[in-house]
């Protein structure tokens, strides 16, 4: 089955700072990478998600990048805020429809 | 529109006790999943559904049933708990993945479960 590593478990920045979080998955035939934000006793929540056939997405101060030959994916996160700081989940669907999570980033961004 | 909802929102069950965990959604999707959360290790799929009569075995299933009996409601049941399965359980749901990219997988708010 699939196998996603996500580094690093924990991040810590200053504000303004910009933060990157990497993953790396097994199986080739994943097509569809999301990454979640979950907030201190919240359930997790979309942030942005990449298909396999695009290399880079951005949505304001968030991007994704995807590399298929190397397969990994990386989050980006420009000019950080206090509000920003949340556990950050990367996930792959695999070949078998089903979403396999890696283990989480703890980011912190200090004011 | 509720999304998507689960009871109870906290429980302490003693060893050996069993107990069904209801995940409910009303957005008429047909996929259906639940997730356990540890520290350290991210969400683990448990079971999931892709539709009502439906159920299949995710990455971590021992010790757990599971029921889709309507489209709506998805049962996350524990027959005899054991300390092992102390965690927050979260359950999903979702259209097939693929339609996602605009839309993707719903998360209840959680339920918190000790096992003493």
């Known amino acids: 089955g699939e196998n996603v590593e996500q580094h690093p478990s924990t991040l810590s920045v200053q504000e303004g700072d910009s933060a990157v979080i990497k993953c790396t998955y097994s199986?080739?035939?994943?097509?569809?990478f999301p990454w979640y934000k979950q907030e201190l006793g919240k359930r997790p929540q979309l942030i942005i998600d990449?298909?396999?056939?695009?290399g880079e997405k951005k949505d304001q101060r968030i991007a994704v990048t995807l590399n298929k030959t190397a397969k990994h994916f990386s989050l980006h996160i420009t000019e950080t805020q206090p509000e920003d700081s949340a556990v950050y989940f990367c996930a792959a669907l695999s070949s078998y429809g089903k979403l396999t999570f890696g283990q989480g980033t703890i980011l912190t961004v200090h004011p | 529109n509720a999304g998507v909802t689960q009871t109870p929102k906290f429980r302490v069950l003693k060893t050996g006790q069993s107990m069904t965990l209801l995940c409910a959604q009303d957005?008429?999707?047909?996929?259906m999943y639940w997730y356990r959360q540890d520290p350290g290790m991210g969400l683990r799929l448990i079971h999931y559904?892709?539709?009502?009569?439906?159920?299949a075995k995710g990455e971590v299933p021992d010790g757990y049933n599971v029921s889709r009996l309507k489209k709506q409601n998805f049962l996350l049941g524990l027959e005899s708990a054991a300390p092992s399965q102390t965690s927050v359980y979260f359950c999903?749901?979702?259209?097939?993945?693929?339609?996602?990219?605009?839309?993707?997988?719903?998360f209840g708010p959680g339920t918190r479960l000790t096992v003493l």
């Open positions: 990449i298909r396999s056939n695009v």
């Open positions: 199986d080739s035939a994943s097509n569809y």
């Open positions: 999903a749901s979702s259209y097939p993945p693929e339609r996602w990219g605009t839309d993707t997988q719903y």
């Open positions: 957005m008429n999707h047909e996929y």
């Open positions: 559904s892709v539709g009502e009569g439906t159920t």
